[in-house]
Structures are given as structure tokens and as C-alpha cells.
DNA sequence: ACCTGAACACCGTTCAAGT
DNA sequence: ACCTGAACACCGTTCAAGT
């Protein structure tokens, strides 16, 4: 089950108490029912990262969609990077609820790691801020456990089933930033370079560009990575 | 072959003239042996990056390391992202000319996308741009192409292979992006937070952290992949 | 408790001016 | 051709002050 932005655990004392992650802070709680509120600041984070992309993620961009001063927000967050790591841990939060589904093994892990590429899809700022900043939030951290417990019932050991769940989940970053860093870059157009680099990465040429059909091609890696999963566990 | 940062084709008309990639615009020479340069400007970039990290690569800095003014740098690239390309491909530029092992496909593939890893292992700043900045660069493309021609001797069809050679360089990205973020949140130290995640993510405690041995988990995950692709491509 | 407003030390980039 | 220097429109963040 997801939990909520308050901390991870109820303000662990040994954590670095100022450095790291929003998630191992405690969070000062507003009262009013106006007024600001970390949950408000998220939701215009989002709004505006939706609408402009990762770089209009500024202090004051975010203040001014809440008719607010950006001196404000720190009363509500420690830094910038805290809206960072809140931003993009709140849009995997419909995937972290989704109930599992029913079927093999194979299922159960195809679905949680498409769930987090399809969030990380839709929101494509998200994965450009995953270089700098790692997805431990409590949503990311839920769909790993999704991905871990599909693996249970394979019969690995412990070691097998990190070695496997740490490839899922490097597979999906890797696929979600390469899908957002060439979006940002124009490749989704059919340029000059996007010919070269289509033709050095797949060996193919660009009939009409359905190579950087991103998730499809996704789904398609992650069924080959699948499948050398079932071969190492032996079934 | 890598070829150099002077474009990759001379200086095609069709691409995108102004925005784009600094790899597809034509490059002014220098010609005196003093002054600036794009190749010294470039190596002062990749070393203080080495020395201070992403955050540290601005304009000023880089004009500071080379004794001139911010300014100046503007005669010899368009603008900050070009340096950010320029001294992420640089890091991939020994790995490029590298020669290709013998022995069976596998080891062709293993050997092009492990050295791709190791590159970006040793300049986790590389890793962080990656979701904002594609990796086009030559050298990188150089990469790519390696892990290809190391999958045409299976005998798959171009589509299997595409797919195949996506997958690994995924993977390769992913788990880079994954230790340049955790490194940069202190993922590597021993603390409550670290617990968590390392639990989450592979269900295992945090036994003095050699879970955190980023580069034998890339190598495992590879396997695993590299098995599906076998399975997959029927040898 | 929560927000304002001024202030500080930065940014990237443009452009006229020098040589 | 190449670099300087001033200038502009931004940044994140601190902190005293208001209410």
C-alpha cells in the first residue's frame, strides 16, 4: 500500500537530518483549509511541469501559479529538489494502487514495470530529473515491491530475484530516458540526425518513424528480458 | 571509426540550423594554437565535472578553469547544452575505439554495452544529464553500432535485432542512471533510508552493503538480458 | 503559524566594443 | 577572428518583518 508524503517511517532520528530525501523529513503540517499546503504546491508542480517541461520547474514559477511568493514554498518544503522528488513520486500514484493482476508470474511483473513506463511516459519531465535524483519515493518504492513479490512465486532464490528485479526496473528507467531526453530533442521529427541515429541504434532506416513508437518497443525489450528471467530460473 | 565533434555529416542544410544537436551544426575552428578551442574548452568541462560534479557545469566555472571570460566561450559553442554534450560524448571516446573481442556473439555484445556502462560508471555526472540530453554524440553512436554488429552474427532478422540492441542499451542507461542518482543522494552510505530502498527494490536486508556494488549487479542484469535474446533468437 | 519583502550571490545569454 | 565588459532578465535561498 502507498503511503503518504509524511516520511517513510515516523522521523527516523539516525537519517541525515537535513541532506537527503523529503521522504525522511518530517513534514510540517498546515492547519488551515486555505493557505498553502505541501499537497497544493505538488499539484501546481505538476500542473506546470505537464504544461512547460522540466526546466519551468522554478521557485518562482510555482509560487506564481499559486498567487503566492516564492519565498513562501519554504515554510512547506526545505529546497527545490523537495518539489523535484514530490512531483515525480506523486505521478506514480494511481500505478501504485492498481490492483495485481491474476494470471503467471510473468504477468504480474510485465504489468507493475509497465505501469511505472507508462506513468514515466506520461510525464516525461519525470524521467529527465531521475539522473539527479533517484525514484525512492513511496509510490516508486511500492511498484519495486510489485515487481519483487511477482517474482516470488518463480521459486529463485533471493539473490536470483534482485539480480532479476534490478534489471526490470533499469530496463524501464533506461527505456523512459531515452524516450524523454530524444523527445526533448526533437527526434520524434524525422531529421537528418534522427536518420543517423535511428540507423546506428537499431540498424534500421526510418520508414515513417514507427521505431520511435517508444512503448511498444518497450514492451517488446521487456518481453525479451522476460524471457532470459525465466531462463536463468529455469522454467 | 568515431569521427571527430565536427559534425556528423558535413554540415547538413535539413537539420534543425540553430536548435538541435551541437554534433549536426557546423563547428567554427580555431586556428591560432593559443587561445580557446572547442577541444580545450571541452577538456576543461570533462575535468571539472570529474572534480565537482553536474551542478558545477556553468558557463562561468568553465571560463574560470580556462582564465577567460564567460563570454568568450560563446564564440566557440552555441550554448551551455552543447557543452553538455560535447563532454558527455568525450567520456565514450576510449570505449569507442576499442577493439572488439573474439569469441562468440555474446562476448562482442557484453564487451561494447559493459565498457558503455563502465564509461558512465567513472563520470556519474554523464549519467545525470542523460535524461535531459540524449547520448547522439559520435562516440556514443560509435557504442551503439558495436552492440549491433554483435548481434547480426545470431542470425535474427533486423526487427529482432533492433529491438535486442534497444533492450541492452536501456539497460545499460538505466542502471548507470540509477547509481549516479543514488550516489548523489548518499545511497551508498549506510542509512535508514538506504535500508528501505535496498529492501524494496531487491528484498533483500543491506548486508554491508555489497548490494551497492553498482557494477557486478550491471553485469548480472546483462546476463540476465543477454539470455533472453539467446531464448529469444532460438541458439 | 504562516506569509511577505528586501536582499544576496549567483545564473545564461546578448551585444557593442575593443584588438 | 577572437575576446572583453557591461548589461539584462532571470535563478535559489536567507532572514527580518509583518500578521
Redesign the interface.
Same mark, same amino acid.
Given at each position: 500500500m502507498p503511503r503518504g508524503y509524511a516520511g517513510?517511517?515516523d522521523t527516523?532520528r539516525?537519517?541525515?537530518p537535513s541532506?537527503?530525501?523529503v521522504?525522511?523529513r518530517p513534514q510540517r503540517r498546515s492547519k488551515t483549509a486555505d493557505g498553502l499546503s505541501r499537497e497544493r504546491i505538488v499539484e501546481a508542480c505538476v500542473a506546470l511541469l505537464d504544461r512547460e517541461g522540466?526546466a519551468a520547474l522554478t521557485m518562482r514559477k510555482v509560487a506564481a501559479e499559486l498567487d503566492v511568493h516564492a519565498t513562501s514554498l519554504y515554510w512547506h518544503v526545505e529546497r527545490r529538489e523537495d518539489l523535484v522528488d514530490l512531483a515525480v513520486d506523486a505521478i506514480f500514484a494511481g500505478a501504485a494502487v492498481a490492483p495485481a493482476p491474476h494470471g503467471p508470474w510473468t504477468e504480474a511483473v510485465r504489468s507493475a514495470a509497465t505501469a511505472m513506463y507508462t506513468a514515466l511516459a506520461a510525464h516525461p519531465w519525470a &524521467?529527465?530529473? !531521475?539522473? %539527479?535524483?533517484?525514484l525512492?519515493g513511496p509510490n516508486a518504492?511500492?511498484l $519495486?515491491?510489485r515487481i /519483487?513479490r511477482g517474482l516470488?512465486s518463480t521459486g529463485a532464490d533471493?539473490?536470483q530475484?534482485?539480480? &532479476?528485479?534490478? !534489471?526490470i %526496473?533499469?530496463?524501464?528507467?533506461?527505456?523512459a530516458?531515452?524516450a524523454? $531526453?530524444?523527445r526533448? /530533442?526533437?527526434?520524434d521529427r524525422d531529421?537528418?540526425?534522427t536518420r543517423?541515429?535511428v540507423a546506428? &541504434?537499431?540498424? !534500421?532506416g526510418v520508414p515513417s518513424l514507427p521505431?520511435l513508437e517508444w512503448q511498444p518497443?518497450?514492451e517488446?525489450? /521487456?518481453a525479451?528480458?522476460?524471457?532470459?528471467?525465466?531462463?536463468?530460473l529455469g522454467r
Open positions: 517513510l517511517v527516523p539516525d537519517a541525515a541532506g537527503g530525501s521522504f525522511y522540466a &524521467a529527465s530529473f !531521475a539522473g %539527479s535524483r533517484p525512492v518504492l511500492e $519495486s515491491r /519483487l516470488e533471493v539473490r530475484r534482485a539480480v &532479476a528485479a534490478t !534489471a %526496473s533499469n530496463l524501464v528507467l533506461g527505456a530516458v531515452t524523454a $531526453s530524444a526533448a /530533442l526533437g527526434l531529421t537528418a540526425l543517423e541515429v546506428a &541504434a537499431t540498424g !534500421a521505431v518497443r518497450f517488446d525489450a /521487456l525479451v528480458l522476460l524471457e532470459g528471467v525465466a531462463a536463468r
